[in-house]
């Protein structure tokens, strides 16, 4: 039954397969018995294995159990997860927040609860899936733009009937191509043409912005009704989950009308002491970040130098752009076979013809890392011809 589409997607190099990893999820990891300079995770801030994080997640267990148990509503609202919403509205600058078990669970909850089959959502062409099937969910009129464009939105914006319900969905860090959607510009159309604006800032948390706020920090901008702000627990804070933040009747009526929150089980409360501990570190430890950014800097302009593309990149999210499923996938095991773990992304996760490399920095990456990085993109890329001998 499965076979014929599995060997068509093997015949157009798009299949995939798992690895195992049988080490903490640090710079350096190990898979099948071998080790990798890892440069394929999400783990920006290094906080998946910090020593305090893994503490308070352990204590966490001990006191409360492995499991929540039960939905929110029922018995599933542990102290922790309440501290841990408090601490997540302190940390973005609003007045509450909700968590969610995962970044996918909220979004397809959190987009069919703000618009429905009365209303039109406006959407990044180049957003998460989750975003996408948020929108398909709510059963809302569809409207896609092209990637970062404010004048094709703007005229779709104005095209559509006074009256009518409006959402405007983005990621705010673009996690397949590095470049930050213009939410100034964004929010400026919510409010002249009186739509809700919905922030994906899950590449953001903790890593743009003078003290890693995210992207309304980065930007400057107030938090209001109008803006809808959600981030995750799983890439700089090192754990898992979710969160959306804004004002305190938004949060009270996802708690009542937002089905991924209502009908599910509570996360687990391990994961909400290590949110709590993982915010605290990024508040104490700026230099984690900075050292992320140094890094980042440092990589894209010996690589731009070399004359690879990196596309828009602007955050520590670098793709290599190929344009062919076979050549990335080759890229990728030629730099693995060198010691250094970079994903090959292909289609459907990217566009057709846009097969790219998807180097992920970390703050606890070393100088040596770095440029042992740096030397063997150098390597493959000449022995592939992506870059001139």
């Given at each position: 039954?499965f076979?014929?589409?599995?060997?068509?997607?093997?015949?157009?190099?798009?299949?995939?397969?798992?690895?195992?990893?049988?080490?903490?999820?640090?710079?350096?990891?190990?898979?099948?018995?071998?080790?990798?300079?890892?440069?394929?995770?999400?783990?920006?801030?290094?906080?998946?294995?910090?020593p305090?994080?893994?503490?308070?997640?352990?204590?966490?267990v001990?006191?409360?159990?492995?499991?929540?148990?039960?939905?929110?509503?029922?018995?599933?609202?542990?102290?922790?997860?309440?501290?841990?919403?408090?601490?997540?509205?302190?940390?973005?600058?609003?007045?509450?927040?909700?968590?969610?078990?995962?970044?996918?669970?909220?979004?397809?909850?959190?987009?069919p609860?703000?618009?429905g089959?009365?209303?039109?959502?406006?959407?990044?062409?180049?957003?998460?899936?989750?975003?996408?099937?948020?929108?398909?969910?709510?059963?809302?009129?569809?409207?896609?733009?092209?990637?970062?464009?404010?004048?094709?939105?703007?005229?779709?914006?104005?095209?559509?009937?006074?009256?009518?319900?409006?959402?405007?969905?983005?990621?705010?860090?673009?996690?397949?191509?590095?470049?930050?959607?213009?939410?100034?510009?964004?929010?400026?159309?919510?409010?002249?043409?009186?739509?809700?604006?919905?922030?994906?800032?899950?590449?953001?948390?903790?890593?743009?912005?003078?003290?890693?706020?995210?992207?309304?920090?980065?930007?400057?901008?107030?938090?209001?009704?109008?803006?809808?702000?959600?981030?995750?627990?799983?890439?700089a804070?090192?754990?898992?989950?979710?969160?959306?933040?804004?004002?305190?009747?938004?949060?009270?009526?996802l708690?009542?009308?937002?089905?991924s929150?209502?009908?599910?089980?509570?996360?687990?409360?391990?994961?909400?002491?290590?949110?709590?501990?993982?915010?605290?570190?990024?508040?104490?430890?700026?230099?984690?970040?900075a050292?992320?950014?140094?890094?980042?800097?440092?990589?894209?302009l010996?690589?731009?130098?070399?004359?690879?593309?990196?596309?828009?990149?602007?955050?520590?999210?670098?793709?290599?752009?190929?344009?062919?499923?076979?050549?990335?996938?080759?890229?990728?095991?030629?730099?693995?076979?060198?010691?250094?773990?970079?994903?090959?992304?292909?289609?459907?996760?990217?566009?057709?013809?846009?097969?790219?490399?998807?180097?992920?920095?970390?703050?606890?990456?070393?100088?040596?890392?770095?440029?042992?990085?740096?030397?063997?993109?150098?390597?493959?890329?000449?022995?592939?011809?992506?870059?001139?001998?």
């Amino acid at each position: 039954m499965f076979e014929q589409t599995l060997a068509s997607l093997k015949t157009r190099h798009l299949y995939r397969t798992l690895r195992g990893v049988s080490s903490s999820q640090d710079s350096v990891i190990t898979i099948h018995g071998q080790v990798y300079r890892n440069f394929g995770s999400n783990n920006y801030l290094g906080l998946a294995n910090h020593p305090e994080v893994k503490a308070a997640a352990a204590e966490a267990v001990m006191a409360y159990g492995v499991g929540a148990g039960a939905s929110r509503l029922i018995t599933g609202t542990m102290t922790l997860h309440e501290q841990c919403e408090a601490a997540l509205a302190a940390f973005t600058g609003t007045k509450a927040a909700l968590l969610f078990g995962a970044g996918y669970l909220a979004n397809v909850g959190l987009i069919p609860a703000l618009i429905g089959p009365d209303g039109v959502v406006f959407a990044d062409r180049y957003n998460h899936a989750s975003l996408v099937d948020g929108c398909r969910l709510s059963r809302a009129a569809f409207k896609v733009y092209r990637h970062k464009d404010l004048e094709q939105l703007g005229r779709l914006l104005e095209r559509t009937a006074p009256g009518t319900p409006k959402l405007i969905v983005t990621d705010a860090v673009f996690s397949m191509d590095g470049d930050l959607a213009p939410l100034p510009g964004l929010l400026a159309l919510a409010r002249r043409y009186d739509a809700l604006l919905l922030v994906d800032d899950a590449h953001g948390t903790g890593v743009i912005g003078p003290r890693g706020r995210g992207s309304p920090e980065h930007f400057g901008l107030p938090h209001n009704d109008r803006l809808i702000h959600m981030g995750t627990l799983s890439k700089a804070l090192g754990g898992l989950g979710a969160f959306v933040a804004g004002s305190s009747s938004l949060i009270a009526y996802l708690q009542n009308r937002c089905r991924s929150f209502l009908f599910t089980t509570a996360p687990p409360p391990a994961m909400a002491a290590a949110a709590i501990a993982a915010l605290s570190i990024i508040d104490r430890e700026p230099e984690r970040r900075a050292a992320l950014w140094r890094h980042r800097d440092r990589c894209a302009l010996a690589l731009r130098q070399f004359g690879f593309d990196l596309m828009a990149s602007e955050t520590p999210i670098l793709p290599i752009r190929i344009g062919d499923p076979a050549a990335a996938v080759a890229v990728a095991e030629s730099l693995l076979a060198r010691g250094f773990l970079v994903p090959a992304i292909r289609p459907p996760t990217v566009p057709s013809g846009t097969d790219r490399l998807r180097l992920s920095l970390m703050a606890t990456h070393t100088d040596e890392d770095i440029s042992a990085l740096i030397e063997a993109c150098r390597q493959a890329g000449r022995i592939h011809g992506l870059i001139p001998s």
